[in-house]
């Protein structure tokens, strides 16, 4: 079977519909319990959002990472990554908060620190070091539980695997 | 930390544009690539410098115009016609 011509706003549709199936309520209280992260009762909204963030901009950082070898060239790549960002902050963002200039400065500082620990040397993978990144973002510090990183490493390493094989049948025209 | 800093403060380089920017290096090399962002090339290596008051105002010209849901193909076209209209 051929591949499926996509526009790159359908492309950029398509990778929104893989974050938001990936961030529902309840994916995000099971992952909660998975990575050791309370959702305390008296502050549960703002517990559950700060998951939802760090998951979100993980999620963003991985749909880069693992469609960098997926487009033709630059201009669609940036295309796509530009229309994909749009739709994060149209359906995502609370625009009282956040401008998008805001918003995009915020959210490159955070992408800018898991490219940074990707290209770390570590004796069994970078991703340890990617997982410690989002450790310390969600605990404060890193907590030392290996439970938690290794069900990081899980999550991204499913989420590049599953996201790359499901894209192999698309192509941006 | 073993980072070279240019001489001039107001000139910098891609990695320092980054820094005081917030914009990642990839995307500054491709706004550059396709003509939006200006620079300067000097020594025998050809290095690029940029000047940092007339980059950031770029940049903020190119996320106002992003924050418009203009594409990248589109704000080209507006920086060039702005050039040569």
Partial sequence: ?173 | MNTKKSNDDNILSIGELAKVSGVRQSTLKYYTEIGILPFSQDGERLIRRYKKDESLKRLDEIMKLKERRMTIKEITGHFKSTLYG
């Fill in chain 1, 1 to 173: 079977m051929g591949k499926k011509k996509v526009t790159k706003k359908q492309f950029a549709e398509i990778l929104f519909y893989w974050v938001s199936s990936d961030l529902t309520e309840k994916n995000i209280k099971r992952k909660a319990k998975e990575l050791g992260f309370r959702i305390r009762p008296w502050r549960s909204i703002k517990d559950f959002n700060k998951l939802f963030f760090e998951l979100l901009i993980l999620d963003m950082w991985l749909i880069e990472y693992t469609c960098e070898n997926f487009y033709s060239n630059d201009e669609e790549k940036f295309e796509c990554e530009e229309l994909f960002n749009q739709l994060i902050y149209d359906r995502y963002v609370d625009k009282e908060r956040y401008s998008y200039k805001e918003w995009t400065i915020l959210v490159t500082s955070l992408l800018i620190g898991y490219d940074e620990a990707i290209k770390t040397d570590h004796p069994s993978t970078p991703l340890w070091i990617v997982t410690n990144v989002i450790n310390r973002r969600l605990f404060g510090e890193i907590n030392k539980s290996l439970s938690f990183q290794m069900t990081m490493i899980a999550h991204i390493e499913l989420f590049i695997e599953y996201l790359g094989g499901a894209l192999i049948n698309y192509e941006v025209e």
